[in-house]
């Protein structure tokens, strides 16, 4: 055979024989290597990413990259947090320096498919909310007209507002800070006559300021922001290993699964929970994890419904209901893929 013919037939076996995934070196074999999750996240966002006075994250977002710590190292507490700004974060994927973002991301077409980045699913829906001095007697975004605006940079949040008034014909005045701890204490300085975040972001600030004698959000959302992570582009198992531990919490929820409850429920006798938890084998080794990857996710950080209600819900100062982020059997949009 001609040598050139030869290279190619060894080629063609080589890449018929090698699983999909193992075409080349995932994000997976580094994180197992290393031991740890590095998870790009908010600098200071209370119920989604804040660290307390010991310099321990809690949040949503710090649970879903525990979550995926439990998946992958059997262990939820080998994480290392790299706070981001809303500039840097998209930049600090790219590069390498985060395994995952993590940082209340708004997935969009543009983020998506033009930054070499990809989403993975969403964990929590929102909307870009405007929050106001009760004093100012503003009820509704049509009396902004002509207002000074507080947003900050590098957000969704200045084109989705300049698009939304221009095409009522309101003219208003955007002042962009590239630091949301800067606008914060600009707005509550007074500095603005309304101030703009996602919805769940004034909430925070209401709470963790204590703001909320004095100041109100306006009900009214001019956006959809679906907030998620993201990985890196063109690592498909790294990608799945992030999407199924999410999909996982929410599965959990929908099965009663609660983290006291999880070693019962492994001795039960429903073979979707077992397959589920991973007392049958087949979910494991499709990921390249351990088989009680969901077990140990469940086990360490709970379920879905379990990080809401303590982190953004009835058990946080932010006091949100589930409302769209509630299950879809249960009037929202939150919907697992078959864990089977
Ligand atoms: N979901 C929006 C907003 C995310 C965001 O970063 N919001 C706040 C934090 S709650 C912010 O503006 N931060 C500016 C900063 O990094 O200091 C997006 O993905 O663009």
Known sequence: ?????????????????????AQTKSNLDTVKARGQVICGVNTGLGGFSLADSQGKWKGLDIDMCGAVAAAVLGDATKIKMVPLTAQQRF?????????????NSTITLQRDAGLGIQYTGVNFY??????????SAVKDLK??????ICVAQGTTHEANMSGYFRSRNLQIKPVVYENQDVMYDAFFGGRCDAMTQDSSALASALATRNKGD????????????????FVRRGDDQWAAVVRWSLFAMLEAEERGVTQANVDEQMKGTDPMVLTFLGAKEGNGKALGLDEKW?????????????SFERNVGAGSPLKLQRGVNALWNKGGLMYPLPLR
Request: proline letters at 6%; aromatic letters at 6%.
């Open 1 to 21: 055979m001609h040598p050139i013919k030869a290279i190619l037939a060894v080629a063609a076996v080589t890449l018929m024989t090698v699983p999909a995934f």
């Open 91 to 103: 930049t600090a994927l790219q590069s390498g320096e985060i395994d995952m973002l993590v940082r």
């Open 126 to 135: 929102d909307g870009q909310g405007f929050m106001v001095a009760k004093k």
């Open 143 to 148: 009396e902004l007209g002509g207002a000074t």
């Open 214 to 229: 004095d100041y109100t959000v306006i009900p009214e959302l001019i956006s959809k922001e679906p907030l998620g992570p």
């Open 294 to 306: 969901a077990y140990n996710i469940i086990k360490q950080v709970g379920n879905y419904s379990e």
